[in-house]
């Protein structure tokens, strides 16, 4: 036979006592058969409040070596009372321990105050006689003050309002009314709300249950009052009747708290934007960031070949989406589909009926952008432009086979690819340039309204209105893009500026030797350019003037030196105006902001004590070498006059 025993639990109020046949506390006492239950009482103390008869019947059941079949309170204290002024509840409400895990996951306990389910309209709380606050005692026998030394007065807080009489609150919603204290002076003030059975979330497309274990001797709403609420919230559309009833019996057999989403609308299907479905291979667009996060780094397919009237592409229109439907029965209306314009250059044509964009002769496709297609004729030059070449300027795509030799020019609408280097050269293209090659030189410069691919780039500079791509290593150079900028992760990065208006990916940045690189992104650089010259201007200015008041002046002098203040002044301003993060020609209502929030930098390597970090109007440097970190801005409250930017920084430090 079994040995039965059994547990005395003392809740942390002190204000009972309870026997059980299991501890729910390490501090519980063991009881045996034959143990005296009343001399064990007195002796922990407990004097005040003992119910002998519950206690005769519990010390029978040890006697006999009986379980229990249910905790028996065998003491109980008098709770202290709460001094009430004005309104009073008009509901009963019961404290009750619950078990969950807290956020580290460590098991912890948690009041739940358990409370009837008030229907909307039902009185909450009415005029009531001023009761002044009242000690307790607890079962051993001490005084146990009211919680709420001061007169508690209810005011109406959400989903309470005032009854049409004036003199009760009443619920505006059905659901369960819970209290927010608050001390105001000598008084105690408790605002009580109502939390909604059926709480819709914001965009009204899910509607959710909310239940909590009902009150001793009530029971839990039905599955018709439940309708009933959601008739009254008019919530109409994707009702869910059998999630809730698995609401309902989850809350009954676990009798803890329970939520459930019991309505669902339909989600609007947004139109498509449109698009250019191309019928022939273009081949990659390096630098696009493909599904799984990576960079496609691919070379990109130069002189695509086209015939004579040959469909290239055909423009597919927005679509409109279709429609959806939230838990209130509205329509939710879809984001259409954005149209784009197609830019059919040189000899392309886009036929604005049926859409189809064709080669009006034989030549080579260039794609500029995704919606700009030009086609040219395909000029080879089979050797190194020098001065054998001599410059070259023309309308056609360039495929230089050798290098760019210094102080020589190649302007060209088309495409340019160079399969050796640009030699202190200059290039120049209305679409894309491709260097195999490097970027060699102090006076070497490239320009492309379009993508720039690059093989690597020292003392160079390029300027692409697309995106630009670094290959293998760059010093002391200054790539600047208007779209994203992204070096192979292999890229070392020294002494050189990085620029990008979109955002930039990069390997290694800086050594331990070298001077500090700068990278920036969202950040147009024609404005980052009048940033530093401002920036030398006033500095120049600053130390004229200086110059200027330490030695005696004739009245010409005198008026130089007013203007010389005068300009300084006016450089000042327009330098704390500058706006890096918005290109001069455009302007934003929000001065470039949401499109700084959206730009990032990210090393996939390391990057050095020192290095300048940009990112629309903010800088940073970083003050430790850290490794594989991305940088982004977070938007953060600073005072009234509204919103600080700030740059976060991973703390991944090296080593």
């Not at 519950?54 to 010390?59: E, K, L, P, S």
């Not at 007013?562 to 934003?588: D, G, S, Y």
Request: proline letters at 5%; charged letters at 25%; a neutral charge.
């Amino acid at each position: 036979m079994n040995r039965v025993f059994y547990y005395l639990h003392i809740p942390a109020d002190q204000l009972s006592a309870l026997l059980q046949d299991a501890a729910s506390a390490d501090s519980d006492l063991r009881l045996a058969i034959g143990d005296q239950l009343h001399r064990l009482l007195l002796r922990q103390g407990i004097v005040y409040g003992l119910n002998l008869t519950a206690v005769d019947f519990v010390q029978r059941r040890i006697d006999a070596g009986e379980a229990l079949v249910e905790p028996v309170t065998v003491a109980v204290g008098t709770p202290p009372v709460v001094g009430r002024r004005g309104f009073h509840p008009c509901f009963a409400s019961v404290s009750r321990n619950i078990d969950q895990t807290d956020a580290s996951g460590q098991a912890c306990q948690r009041e739940l105050l358990l409370v009837p389910l008030i229907r909307k309209g039902e009185v909450v709380a009415g005029p009531g006689p001023r009761i002044a606050p009242q000690t307790g005692m607890n079962i051993y026998g001490q005084e146990v003050s009211c919680p709420f030394p001061a007169e508690l007065v209810i005011e109406p807080g959400a989903n309470v309002a005032p009854h049409t009489d004036g003199k009760k609150l009443a619920a505006t919603v059905s659901g369960y009314p819970h209290y927010l204290s608050a001390g105001k002076q000598s008084l105690e003030y408790q605002c009580i709300s109502i939390e909604r059975l059926i709480d819709p979330t914001p965009g009204h497309m899910q509607a959710i249950l909310s239940l909590i274990p009902p009150l001793p001797g009530h029971s839990l709403p039905n599955r018709d009052a439940i309708l009933e609420v959601l008739d009254e919230e008019g919530v109409v559309f994707g009702r869910l009747s059998q999630a809730i009833e698995h609401c309902l019996e989850r809350c009954a057999r676990l009798n803890l708290p329970q939520q459930e989403v019991v309505a669902l609308g339909i989600r609007p299907v947004n139109g498509t934007d449109a698009y250019l479905r191309f019928a022939m291979e273009v081949g990659p667009m390096p630098g696009k960031i493909m599904g799984n996060g990576e960079i496609d780094f691919r070379e990109r397919n130069m002189f695509v070949g086209v015939s004579k009237n040959q469909l290239i592409a055909v423009k597919i229109p927005p679509t409109e989406g279709i429609a959806g439907r939230d838990v209130f029965g509205e329509v939710v209306a879809p984001l259409p589909g954005k149209d784009f314009e197609v830019r059919a250059m040189d000899d392309a044509a886009l036929d604005e009926t049926t859409g189809e964009l064709r080669a009006l002769r034989n030549g080579v496709l260039s794609m500029v952008t995704e919606n700009s297609v030009r086609v040219s004729s395909h000029h080879v030059v089979a050797r190194d432009v020098d001065f054998e070449t001599g410059n070259i300027v023309t309308r056609d795509a360039v495929d230089i086979r050798g290098s760019i030799r210094p102080k020589f020019k190649v302007n060209a609408l088309g495409d340019i690819l160079v399969g050796g280097d640009v030699e202190k050269a200059m290039v120049r293209s209305d679409a894309n340039v491709v260097i195999r090659g490097g970027v060699v030189g102090t006076f070497a410069s490239v320009k492309a309204r379009g993508d720039i691919d690059l093989g690597f780039a020292i003392q160079g500079r390029s300027q692409s209105g697309g995106k630009t791509i670094l290959r293998q290593h760059g010093s002391y150079c200054r790539l600047h893009a208007m779209g994203d900028l992204h070096c192979n992760p292999s890229v070392r990065i020294m002494a050189s500026q990085l620029v990008a208006y979109a955002s930039l990916t990069t390997g290694t940045v800086g050594s331990d030797i070298a001077t500090p690189s700068m990278l920036a992104a969202g950040v147009a650089f024609e404005q980052l350019d009048r940033y530093f010259e401002l920036q030398r201007a006033i500095a120049e200015q600053l130390q004229a003037i200086e110059k200027m008041q330490t030695r005696k002046k004739s009245q010409t002098e005198r008026d130089e030196l007013e203007e010389l203040i005068e300009a300084h002044r006016a450089n000042r301003k327009q330098f704390a105006r500058l706006n890096l993060a918005v290109p001069k020609e455009l302007e934003t209502e929000d001065n470039g902001v949401t499109h700084a929030l959206a730009c990032t930098i990210t090393v996939k390597g390391q990057v050095f004590a020192g290095t300048e970090i940009r990112i629309g109007n903010s800088r940073m440097i970083v003050d430790a070498t850290l490794e594989n970190v991305h940088f982004r801005l977070k938007e953060e409250a600073a005072n009234k006059e509204g919103l600080r930017y700030i740059l976060v920084l991973p703390n991944k430090k090296r080593g």
